[in-house]
């Protein structure tokens, strides 16, 4: 039996070539709107992180905003066996080959100065969480993966 501590096993095939995906669960900063919060993310954040996330080799990076509206949709979903909704305000999901990459981009001063600092614009950094895993795809563009 593993340890708790032991590293998570690898994906079925080699690592080689393997995607790693980090996904930001995030919260809003308090006293902002669904709205405010996408704007901020969509008009602000985003266009301003996008290009460095290139020059450091990020592959995708894709945001989820769940509003009061999507989170009623999941009415129609719920099920016997999936009956607990997430209250996270946002996903947001940057895929990468190697976390070096993204951590070389946490280091630019460009990050440093103007993008490390607007976090706390629109999030709420104490309740945001983060994890990490492999990628693996079964669908893609409506056609199975083999």
Request: a neutral charge.
């Amino acid at each position: 039996m593993a340890n708790k501590h032991d590293l998570p096993a690898p994906p079925i095939k080699s690592t080689e070539g393997q995607l790693l995906c980090l996904t930001i669960c995030g919260y809003r900063r308090p006293g902002m709107s669904e709205d405010d919060y996408r704007r901020h993310m969509t008009q602000v954040s985003g266009p301003m992180t996008k290009e460095l996330m290139v020059k450091y080799g990020i592959i995708g990076w894709r945001m989820l905003h769940n509003t009061t509206e999507t989170r009623n949709l999941m009415r129609q979903l719920f099920n016997e066996h999936m009956i607990n909704l997430a209250d996270f305000d946002c996903f947001s999901q940057v895929t990468f080959k190697s976390i070096d990459g993204y951590k070389r981009m946490r280091e630019d001063a460009l990050y440093k100065k103007q993008i490390s600092g607007d976090h706390i614009n629109f999030a709420d950094t104490q309740r945001s969480m983060m994890t990490i895993g492999w990628v693996t795809d079964v669908i893609e563009n409506g056609k199975l993966v083999e």
